[in-house]
């Protein structure tokens, strides 16, 4: 069984950056795949970002494409998500998850943070 804690969410003004993070307790991280995802008020969750095990592949959403970078660090069992030129259209709860291998669905991915709050003003 695999744990996540994400951290680093806030509210941040328009064209402003965060750094989300998500700590993972459990066995095998690096055999994983990672996954964000978001769901704003009165939305369906969607995906963001992903990135492979060995963080040698990641996948993005169009409407994060050239904005938001994923990351890992095997070593410190931790995936990040770099969001610059924030819009409000970002804002929504963040979550962190985890699948067997790289995709984009959420039925793939197994286990799930509890989410971050990041909130973007105009």
């Known amino acids: 069984q695999v744990q996540l804690v994400e951290s680093g969410g806030g509210l941040v003004q328009a064209g402003g950056s965060l750094r989300l993070s998500c700590a993972a307790s459990?066995?095998?991280?690096?055999?994983?795949?990672m996954g964000w995802f978001r769901q704003a008020p009165g939305k369906e969750r969607e995906f963001v970002a992903a990135?492979?095990?060995?963080?040698?592949?990641?996948i993005y959403a169009d409407s994060v494409k050239g904005r938001f970078t994923i990351s890992r660090d095997n070593a410190k069992n931790t995936v990040y998500l770099q969001m610059n030129s924030l819009k409000p259209d970002d804002t929504a709860v963040y979550y962190c998850?985890?699948?067997?291998?790289?995709?984009?669905?959420?039925?793939?991915?197994?286990?799930w943070g509890q989410g971050t709050q990041v909130t973007v003003s105009s």
């Open positions: 459990g066995r095998n991280f690096s055999s994983y795949a």
């Open positions: 998850a985890v699948a067997r291998t790289l995709g984009l669905k959420l039925s793939q991915y197994d286990y």
């Open positions: 990135i492979s095990w060995s963080g040698g592949w990641a």
